[in-house]
């Protein structure tokens, strides 16, 4: 049996340990700035282009992006590498990353495959409840603000609001340990994914804080018109790391 998962933990998890792991991925972001910062960039040129893409189709943009950043943390597994190594006193650049995406993990690449599954699912929902539930067509995001979000009699945004939390939260408790499991150890998926809502069953406060934590960050970097994911991409990735190590550091591999 391998050994437990290392961790930098010296205390139990608790509510406030998601901002120490926000503090831990800054210090990796600042340690290995280049392959930390070519992710963000990368990153959000392609959120961009689905924006760009959907800008004249805002029913599609919402999901569209939405389903985005679900399959998001699958584009960031390279900042996992980079925050493992700097764990082992090691500094790699792009060529190391470059090397884990090359060698095509199967195992990676079913899973995003699935989380692409699920970012398809709410895209085609979200669709087809704001095309059901809007007066009028919304083509534009001022469309989406005046028709959607400040009709309040007719609640059609908390309705997407709720559906939208409804398909995130198992995304959420599937991939938050799981990811990173999957870089760091030779488990199969199903394994990574029962881990990461055992994980998430065993710390639910602190993994609903840092669910918070991570919905505040994409909602600044959206409002920064995508300039602000450049650093939270990467900030998000790292800390997303030193989280995996926190919750599963009292477990042994299956």
């Given at each position: ?25 800054w210090a990796d972001l600042r340690r290995n700035p280049v392959p930390s910062l ?24 919402a999901g569209a992006f939405s389903g985005f950043l679900i399959v998001a943390p ?181």
């Amino acid at each position: 049996m391998p050994p437990p998962i290392a961790s930098s933990r010296t205390n139990p998890v608790t509510l406030t340990s998601p901002f120490r792991w926000f503090a831990l991925g800054w210090a990796d972001l600042r340690r290995n700035p280049v392959p930390s910062l070519l992710h963000g960039l990368l990153i959000t040129l392609f959120g961009a282009l689905l924006l760009w893409l959907a800008r004249d189709r805002f029913w599609l943009l919402a999901g569209a992006f939405s389903g985005f950043l679900i399959v998001a943390p699958v584009l960031a597994t390279g900042l996992y590498e980079v925050s493992r190594a700097l764990a082992q006193g090691q500094r790699i650049g792009m060529g190391a990353v470059w090397q884990l995406w090359r060698t095509g993990d199967g195992r990676l690449v079913r899973f995003g495959l699935l989380l692409a599954l699920a970012g398809t699912g709410w895209v085609l929902n979200s669709a087809a409840l704001i095309t059901w539930g809007s007066p009028v067509p919304i083509q534009k995001p001022l469309d989406f603000l005046r028709y959607v979000v400040l009709v309040r009699e007719l609640g059609l945004f908390e309705v997407w609001l709720l559906l939208g939390a409804l398909l995130a939260a198992p995304v959420y408790a599937s991939t938050v340990v799981a990811l990173p499991l999957l870089v760091d150890r030779p488990v199969p998926v199903g394994v990574a994914v029962l881990r990461s809502w055992r994980a998430v069953a065993s710390h639910p406060g602190p993994a609903t804080v840092w669910a918070a934590l991570i919905a505040v960050a994409v909602a600044v970097g959206m409002a920064t018109a995508l300039l602000g994911l450049l650093v939270l991409i990467p900030l998000l990735g790292h800390a997303s790391w030193h989280a995996y190590r926190d919750l599963c550091a009292d477990e042994g591999q299956d």
